[in-house]
């Protein structure tokens, strides 16, 4: 049974309408956004612990402090709506992220970099939220809010700032549990603690078109949009996400040793990192506990399991040469034929917990034919590399969002995970990463059908 959170518990509030929408709206989910990265931000304990840096191939945590203010004042500044930055020096310190490739390319790219004292950090977010709201409250809002709008800029700094909360909760899950303070209210979900039978089901084919219409009235980032028209074939796909149960015997079974499972890229990477087991299982006795956001607790068996690429493939060839990740097509079509729009509204995304829940816990509205978390709980690696949809066309105020990673370097994932909110938790959005990242990610495996069934 799900537990029920009424005390201090973050939710996200509702994606603004691009017609129907007003100042308070937009000042609302403004301040939503702010309020779940600082919430965040603040579990952190002691100032020196902003300065850690958790993943190797990402930067200090002080970084995306101040990260995403910057980049509400350089877009807002862009479109005319601020006249002059806060803090020169920060707006361009904090002002571009990393993906590196390797440690060594992190370390050489900021080599010289003087991190400023945290609490001007803080004081600078103090200012930037302050000259945010007074652009909402004091600008006169002309509907509807299109992609020319000066308003554009603030939607795309109020969704990249949601983008950032998912980001940072990764960082923060790799800090030791005793430097961090769990905000009162933020529970996990339950786990019931058996395996469920994940049967393969059969997806009838279809025609789906891919990208989000230009005239759609929720904000959409640049590699949203586009056209792509493609005709699925039917196919078989696992009805839940890979549970913790299934992988663990996996792991059991040697297949983090047996090079069979692994390319030559994937084996080297196991080999150089010494990789034996997915990166939130702690080994405990003679299995695992789980590292949750911000403690670690036991392992909880159905939920599904958070594994890069590379992993997640390794799986899929353990089970067989016929056994592989979905495309997006497939992932698109199978999310028209296990769901009705108007009625499947419960999923694990907007932080209904800080954790996975257990596949199956949120059925689709077809639960004869259709998967489970196709949205939610977590992201879902694809076979597909990025890719842009053809039409598209990068958008002038951040050129730089998705067109550089279109280089068949970064693998696909759509459908969101539980810290999945704002627009990003629309089915439209196109996720990616390398493919040795981590992210609150998982999934399913499929397989071709054979003649005409």
Same mark, same amino acid.
């Given at each position: ?18 017609? #129907? ?77 990393? #993906? ?6 992190? #370390? ?25 709201? $007074? ?64 049967? &393969? ?31 699925? $074939? ?91 990740? &979905? ?35 949120? $059925? ?42 279109? #280089? ?46």
């Amino acid at each position: 049974m799900a537990l029920v959170l009424t005390i201090n518990k973050l939710t996200s509030t509702q994606v603004p309408t691009l017609n #129907d929408c007003s100042s308070q709206n937009l000042l609302n989910y403004f301040e939503n956004s702010w309020e779940l990265e600082e919430t965040l931000m603040k579990s952190l304990v002691e100032k020196e612990t902003f300065y850690f840096n958790p993943d190797p191939l990402r930067n200090r945590i002080i970084f995306y402090l101040g990260h995403s203010a910057v980049f509400f004042i350089n877009k807002l500044i862009g479109v005319g709506l601020i006249k002059a930055g806060i803090n020169s020096q920060y707006e361009t310190l904090f002002e571009v992220g990393v #993906d590196p490739q390797t440690p060594t390319e992190l #370390d050489a790219a900021m080599q010289g970099v003087s991190w400023p004292d945290v609490e001007k950090v803080w004081q600078y977010r103090d200012k930037a939220r302050e000259a945010i709201a $007074k652009v909402i409250q004091n600008t006169p809002l002309d509907l509807p809010i299109h992609q020319q709008h000066p308003f554009w800029a603030l939607l795309m700094g109020i969704e990249h700032s949601r983008i950032h909360f998912e980001t940072s909760s990764m960082l923060v899950r790799q800090l030791p549990t005793d430097r961090l303070k769990r905000p009162q209210g933020w529970n996990y979900a339950p786990s019931k603690g058996k395996i469920p039978n994940n049967e &393969m089901r059969r997806v009838p084919s279809g025609v789906v078109k891919l990208g989000k219409p230009k005239d759609d009235l929720t904000y959409g980032w640049d590699s949203e949009y586009g056209d792509r028209t493609v005709e699925v $074939k039917p196919f078989l796909a696992s009805q839940y996400l890979i549970t913790n149960g299934e992988y663990l015997k996996f792991v059991q079974a040697g297949g983090y040793n047996n090079p069979d499972y692994w390319n030559a890229e994937s084996w080297d990477w196991k080999q150089l990192y010494n990789v034996q087991h997915p990166k939130f299982w702690i080994p405990f006795q003679d299995g695992y506990r789980y590292r949750a956001t911000f403690d670690e607790i036991d392992l909880p068996l159905d939920w599904p399991v958070e594994v890069n690429y590379y992993e997640a493939i390794a799986f899929c060839r353990s089970q067989g040469s016929e056994i592989r990740l &979905m495309t997006e097509a497939e992932w698109n079509q199978a999310l028209l034929t296990s769901e009705d729009k108007h009625l499947s509204t419960k999923y694990n995304l907007n932080l209904q917990f800080i954790s996975p829940s257990p596949v199956g816990m949120f $059925k689709p509205a077809n639960t004869a034919s259709g998967l489970y978390d196709l949205r939610g709980n977590l992201w879902e690696w694809l076979g597909d590399t990025f890719n842009a949809l053809p039409g598209f066309q990068p958008h002038p105020l951040y050129e730089d969002q998705a067109a550089p990673f279109f #280089d068949g370097k970064h693998q696909m994932m759509l459908g969101g995970s539980w810290a999945t909110n704002g627009s990003m938790a629309l089915p439209t959005y196109r996720n990616w990463f390398r493919p040795y990242f981590y992210q609150h990610a998982g999934f399913r495996i499929a397989q071709d059908l054979k003649g005409d069934c």
